[in-house]
């Protein structure tokens, strides 16, 4: 018999490589004495949040509709501010060619009546000459009886005159004294009796016409009557 008969078998533990403790789990010993290893804790794993910017928090509704609503306001408000500036613009440059015109309108007339004549109405032609001025040229025709001595020049020629606007136009306008200058071209053509015409006479005249606080326009002066080519 052996010398190791009867002698207990000693089993040697075995384990994983490393440290005591470290590895997937804890070593234990099991019913036959050998050393198993405990399973590794669970571990929780959170979701990763992609990257990018944060969620965009819903838009408040009537906020938006707020503001939309003053946006169309305001919007709506300019225009018809800008329209109302426009036709206001439009009005007072409208008036201003009006009142351009009329200017030139009365010293187209003021000298058409200075020139035109019949023997059958001197008295009302002269007339309405006159009643169409003043200032210096009203005064002139007032003083020394110039006007009855007018009207009988012309019913010593025995004749008659036509005047035939050419041309006029505004020269310039005088805002404080609301006077303004008018150049106007006319041809005067006089027929004697027996119904023969005369060579016609070219005139140029600047004209000066008056505007008064209520807006009656009257020939103010004369200048250059003597006329020209």
């Known amino acids: 018999m052996s010398a190791s008969a009867g002698r207990p078998v000693r089993r040697r533990a075995s384990r994983a490589a490393g440290p005591a403790g470290a590895g997937t789990g804890t070593a234990s010993p099991d019913a036959a004495g050998s050393v198993a290893l405990a399973p590794p804790p669970t571990v929780k794993v959170r979701p990763v949040r992609p990257a990018g910017p944060?969620?965009?928090?819903?838009a408040n509704r009537r906020l938006v509709a707020l503001v939309s609503m003053l946006t169309l306001v305001v919007v709506a408000a300019a225009l018809a501010t800008g329209a109302a500036l426009l036709l206001s613009s439009q009005r007072e440059a409208q008036a201003e060619q009006a009142r351009d015109q009329r200017f030139v309108d009365t010293a187209r007339q003021l000298v058409v009546n200075m020139f035109s004549y019949t023997q059958d109405n001197i008295d009302d032609s002269v007339d309405r000459f006159v009643n169409s001025t003043s200032g210096p040229l009203r005064d002139m025709l007032s003083q020394d009886n110039n006007v009855e001595n007018l009207k009988a020049i012309f019913r010593d020629t025995n004749a008659s005159s036509e005047a035939v606007i050419n041309g006029a136009a505004l020269e310039e306008i005088d805002?404080?004294?609301?006077?303004?200058?008018?150049?106007?071209?006319?041809?005067?053509?006089?027929?004697?009796?027996?119904?023969?015409?005369?060579?016609?006479?070219p005139y140029r005249l600047r004209v000066i016409v008056h505007e008064d606080d209520a807006g009656h326009m009257t020939g103010y002066d004369l200048k250059y009557p003597d006329g020209g080519n």
Do not use: C, I, W, Y
Request: charge should be positive; hydrophobic fraction near 30%.
């Open 175 to 201: 805002e404080v004294t609301n006077n303004a200058a008018v150049l106007v071209s006319v041809r005067v053509t006089v027929t004697d009796m027996e119904g023969t015409n005369k060579p016609s006479q």
């Open 54 to 58: 944060p969620p965009r928090r819903p």
